[in-house]
């Protein structure tokens, strides 16, 4: 993956599709599914909010004398499995789940605070290390997934809670 100075993507290189066809042609069909996709998306959010909520229970943990201890039980409290019925529901509860993790993202990082302290999410372009670190980190991630679902032969850009749109490698950032 080629990115400018700032962490911008520029390309990439890939080889040529192989896998197994057949196991894209369901993906497509799965993909097309509401239901269906709404199954499989629900599995990767909550894992999501699952591992959010086991991150900031560690640091309370580790490091409860150092924080606000109070404030990270409630935000990991909140942090549960909930039930979701359609894939918008799916993606509020995401959104309401990265809420509160960014919520006590600066208490999650303990060193080097004044050259890494955090307020809230930017993005396009990030104002501050810590965003910038992110926006990166979350490149070279989505980078690493499109390549490890190619590589098993899944349309890296066939969603199912990003929908497809032009240009976005949709299942590797449900992933």
Same mark, same amino acid.
């Given at each position: 993956a080629f990115c400018t100075p700032r962490g911008r993507f520029l390309a990439r290189i890939a080889g040529s599709t192989s896998g197994n066809v057949l196991l894209r042609r369901v993906q497509y069909r799965t993909a097309d599914e509401p *239901?269906?996709?709404? $199954?499989?998306?629900r599995s990767m959010i909550f894992g999501k909010v699952y591992n959010a909520r086991w991150s900031i229970e560690r640091t309370r943990r580790d490091h409860g004398l150092r924080l606000d201890s109070a404030s990270l039980t409630a935000s990991a409290s909140h942090l549960k499995e909930r039930p979701a019925a359609s894939l918008e529901h799916l993606r509020g509860l995401e959104g309401a789940g990265a809420t509160l993790y960014f919520g006590q993202f600066d208490q999650l990082i303990l060193?080097?605070?004044?050259?890494? *302290?955090?307020? *809230? $999410? *930017?993005r396009r372009p990030p104002r501050d290390p810590v965003n910038a670190l992110l926006s990166f980190v979350y490149s070279l991630l989505s980078h690493d997934c499109a390549s490890a679902l190619e590589s098993v032969g899944l349309d890296s850009y066939v969603g199912f809670l990003h929908r497809d749109r032009p240009g976005r490698a949709s299942l590797a950032l449900d992933l």
């Open positions: *239901s269906a996709s709404c $199954r499989i998306a060193g080097e605070k004044p050259l890494f *302290s955090y307020q *809230s $999410r *930017s």
